[in-house]
């Protein structure tokens, strides 16, 4: 791409606008969201109001995956009538090369015919010729006026200017449309990923939606196979009332034709309503081929609330068994005091009574103190338990709330490493893009440098080539006077000739002097 990039812009040049008009136009945009009371008519229980409230859930959905559909078809238009207007850019580029390629040509049959012819040899005239009126020389440029006054021919460049000068307008031209169209598409491609990580983000939200949305088809499809179920009750009954009608023997024809009739429909009927509960098993068979997946995903963190739960109902359950079993001890214990104070006066009252009943007394006190001391004992062992129990509780509370920290510190880890990859994406892109243009134009520079190289070593060439006309006119010229101061009489034939000879020479070197400027006219815009 050497060709496209060999015209430099004018600093003066407005480039027309591009993208940034469009962002302030986006920016002046300000969306306004019109939000529609719901009107709900009168409800009577609790599960019709979810279902008007799914159903306006649903259609909120619809409309999200309706605008969110319009607008991927508008990117998916814009990168096609962007590719496309890469194809006519790059059509424009290849023509832009080939006259580039021609313009080159043509520099060089220009240089060819710049370059130095051999010395022309002037043939003397025959002697009658006179010499003309007036002979001026300059030293500078070596004008001699002829006497006939033949103009000079006419300049063939005018053509190669021109065409030039329309091929650097178009150059230019066609930078400025590949600006504009690198411009557009990295706000494309800018739209694009915010779109995407929009998208990402209702990625959840979609989902649950969905799954609503099939439980509500389920749900839906029940409905409809219990009203099928219904009829199909109703056209039994309808039967059975028709059977018993023509026992009943009233109007026995009349009924039997009315009950083929609809036996006949009712087969029809039935005939219908199996295909369509064959398409809806079909329907829902695929419909729970989908929830079984995303069933799958639910029951595992299912699962893990339900080991949690559990876990929680356990430590309840042994706090509710200790406070349960620390109720009952302390009514025994109550009860124990009571029977002791019962037998304290007994004792009081069987001190007078005989031997035997004080032994079966001292008996009763004794088994009653050993129950006593296993009360005790079992007392203490529950409050052992307990303060055991309060330990383990508190210290798996405390795992718990670990554990809650570190998903959380494990959740925002993750969108920091999401942000971090998204970001790296981005940067890796732009790196990507501005190593490309730098690539380009380092290319450029290289190719600039040898057209450089090659203009200077041309214009070297040309330069030495004139120095050498010049030199070699200048003796001519001396020559002559010398030969004109010693020998008048002799060379008076041959003086118009070697005039001509002169003028023919002056008029090539004034001729390849505009060349050679008109040249550093157009080298010199072109390399600035």
Known sequence: MSGAGGGKRPPGGDSPPGPPEKKSKKEEKTTTTLIEPIRIAGVSSTEEMDM???????KKLCERLEQRQAMEDELREKIEKLEKRQATDDTTLLIVNRYWSQLEENVRILRKRIEPDPPVVSTPAPPSATIPDQTPVEEDGVNLASPSGVPPPPVPESDELSLQKKLRTEVIQLEDTLAQVRKEYE?????????????????????????LISSLQNHNLQLKGDVQRYKRKLRETQLEINKLRCQSGDTGVLILEETTSDSIDVKKEEDEDQEEEEERRRELERQRAREREREREREAERERERERERERQRSDELKRKDSDTLKMLRV???????????????????????????????????????????????????????????????????????NSRLLQQLREKDDANFKLMSERIKSNQIYKLLKEEKEELADQVLAFKTQLKEIQVSVAENRTARERESSNLKRAQVCMHCECHSKPKALIGGCRSNILGILSLQEDLSRLRRKLEKQKKLIVPHYR
């Open 52 to 58: 008007k409230v799914l159903q306006f859930k649903n």
């Open 187 to 211: 706000m494309l491609r800018i739209e694009f990923e915010q779109n995407l990580a929009a998208n990402e983000q209702a990625g959840p939200i979609n989902r649950e939606m969905r799954h």
């Open 332 to 402: 025994e214990l109550k009860k124990a005091q009571e029977s002791q104070k019962e037998m304290k006066l007994l004792l009081d009252m069987y001190k007078s009574a005989p031997k035997e009943q004080r032994d079966k007394v001292q008996l009763m006190a004794a088994e009653r103190k050993s129950k006593a001391e296993v009360c005790f004992v079992f007392l203490s062992e529950e409050e052992a338990l307990l303060s055991e129990m309060d330990v383990t509780g508190q210290a798996f509370e405390d795992m718990q709330e670990q």
